[in-house]
């Protein structure tokens, strides 16, 4: 069973970054495409980007969240990061990894949260205004 683990939420003010990671100490992360989704207080979970398997060459970003953050992959590191910038109050929420295996070309889909096989935890992510 893949164990993710997802780090790097806290509170920031409004326009500042954070880098949140989706780690897997088991397995090689490198065989998955993964998930970054989010949820907030008394609303759906939503996706918010995807990256593919192996080289990660094919990402997918919501609108919501295009131009303000950046996924990438360390294989080498078993890890997947989310680099957001300048963050909104409406950004705050739980954001959760989730992956889902040898998908090497991710599309619209991937930001539905069915088709993945393992999920983490989730980490905080507080905007303050």
């Known amino acids: 069973q893949l164990q993710l683990v997802e780090s790097g939420g806290g509170l920031v003010q409004s326009g500042g970054s954070l880098r949140l990671s989706c780690v897997t100490s088991q397995y090689t992360l490198e065989y998955y495409a993964i998930g970054w989704f989010r949820q907030a207080p008394g609303k759906d979970r939503e996706g918010v980007v995807c990256?593919?398997?192996?080289?990660?060459?094919?990402?997918y970003y919501a609108d919501s969240v295009k131009g303000r953050v950046s996924i990438s992959r360390d294989n080498a590191k078993n890890t997947v990061y989310l680099q957001m910038n300048a963050l909104k109050p409406e950004d705050t929420a739980v954001y959760y990894c989730?992956?889902?295996?040898?998908?090497?070309?991710?599309?619209?889909?991937?930001?539905?949260?069915?088709?993945?096989?393992?999920w983490g935890q989730g980490t905080q992510v507080t905007v303050s205004s």
């Open positions: 990256i593919s398997a192996i080289d990660g060459t094919s990402t």
């Open positions: 989730a992956a889902d295996l040898l998908v090497t070309t991710v599309e619209a889909s991937c930001l539905h949260d069915s088709g993945y096989d393992y």
